[in-house]
């Protein structure tokens, strides 16, 4: 079973749409979450952090379960220029930090 | 936050050569990571570049396959020695910077073909 696993996508959706984007995490010791944008031939940049009481940045909003090590990402009012790869992250702490990243989610957004 | 620059940002190698891949950070920090990324994959760390001691690799990733230099604060380098057509990947440097997120700042990679 991997570390990290992600909805295998992707997500083809219309503009104004509202998708949501799951994630499961296997290490009872992780202990940050994060959510990372990948645009194509780009390099993956912070989209948010995840907080165990939930935040909002926007349209954007990350919710943490760590009873059921699950992690999700809501995106309201699609626009175009989400279309990108939504990466789960996790640091884990076992005796040192390690971050695992999960495959991706791949979202499309039409017009 | 970092900003982050390689070189080269993409190159054409033949099998059996190798490469050096430069990172340069605008700021001092403590610790380099080296990621691959294959098509379609995550990544994948290859190995922490340490200044002043030696890398440390991850279970698959040995350092004559993937020597890497850390001579200062600010610059690192992998080497992908001995090339075959499935080293073919984007390359990525990062480092951690830690304020509230400890968010990882990325280099723009280098995207690697071997033929």
């Known amino acids: 079973r991997k570390e990290v696993e992600q909805d295998p996508g992707p997500f083809n959706v219309p503009e104004g749409a509202t998708v949501a984007f799951n994630c499961t995490y296997s290490?009872?010791?992780?202990?940050?979450f994060f959510w990372y944008r990948q645009d194509c031939r780009k390099e993956p940049k912070l989209l948010m952090s995840?907080?165990?009481s939930g935040n909002e940045d926007g349209r954007f909003t990350a919710q943490l379960n760590r009873a059921s090590q699950y992690i999700s990402l809501l995106i309201r009012d699609s626009k175009l220029s989400d279309s990108a790869t939504y990466l789960c992250?996790?640091?884990?702490?076992?005796?040192?930090?390690?971050?695992?990243f999960g495959a991706g989610t791949r979202l499309f957004v039409k017009a | 936050s970092a900003v982050i620059s390689q070189k080269p940002s993409r190159d054409i190698c033949q099998r059996g050569t190798s490469l050096t891949i430069q990172c340069q950070v605008d700021?001092?920090?403590?610790?380099m990571f080296w990621y691959r990324q294959q098509p379609g994959q995550s990544l994948t760390l290859i190995a922490t570049a340490n200044q002043g001691s030696e890398a440390t690799y991850e279970s698959g990733f040995v350092i004559d396959k993937f020597p890497i230099s850390r001579p200062n604060l600010t610059f690192s380098t992998l080497t992908v020695s001995n090339m075959s057509p499935e080293d073919s990947s984007i390359y990525l440097c990062?480092?951690?910077?830690?304020?509230?997120?400890?968010?990882?700042?990325f280099g723009p990679g280098t995207r690697l073909t071997v033929l």
């Open positions: 700021s001092q920090v403590t610790m």
């Open positions: 992250v996790v640091i884990q702490n076992t005796g040192g930090f390690k971050t695992i």
């Open positions: 995840v907080y165990s």
């Open positions: 290490n009872s010791a992780s202990q940050s």
């Open positions: 990062s480092v951690e910077v830690w304020t509230a997120n400890n968010e990882q700042f």
